[in-house]
């Protein structure tokens, strides 16, 4: 079974920069998509960028377009997630996950996920 880890959160300032990892291992990764969500507290899971593993094409959800990079490493089965002049609005739970799928298009279709690391962006 594959297990999604996360690292990198931490509490930064307005304008302050985190670089998050997710490192997949047990059995033979097989995700094609992988992607990362985020949760405010007292709001639903949001998401926030996806890369397709096999050529690394992204996308991302407007409100950080500019501001965060998504990338892979698939040697080490790692994602990242650079992100920078981030904003109090940032504040989440982030969490990696991976998708069976060609085209996920809701957190529903992604059916491993990590256990999430708290990003702090005080103002």
């Known amino acids: 079974q594959v297990q999604l880890v996360e690292s990198g959160g931490g509490l930064v300032q307005d304008g302050g920069s985190l670089r998050l990892s997710c490192a997949a291992s047990?059995?033979?990764?097989?995700?094609?998509?992988m992607g990362w969500f985020r949760q405010a507290p007292g709001k639903e899971r949001e998401f926030v960028a996806t890369?397709?593993?096999?050529?690394?094409?992204?996308s991302y959800v407007d409100s950080v377009k500019g501001r965060f990079t998504i990338s892979r490493d698939i040697s080490n089965n790692i994602m990242y997630l650079q992100m920078i002049n981030l904003k109090p609005e940032d504040t989440a739970v982030y969490y990696c996950?991976?998708?069976?799928?060609?085209?996920?298009?809701?957190?529903?279709?992604?059916?491993?996920w990590g256990q999430g690391t708290q990003v702090t962006v005080s103002s």
């Open positions: 996950a991976g998708s069976s799928l060609l085209v996920p298009t809701t957190p529903e279709d992604y059916d491993i």
């Open positions: 047990g059995r033979t990764f097989s995700s094609h998509r």
């Open positions: 890369i397709r593993w096999s050529d690394g094409r992204t």
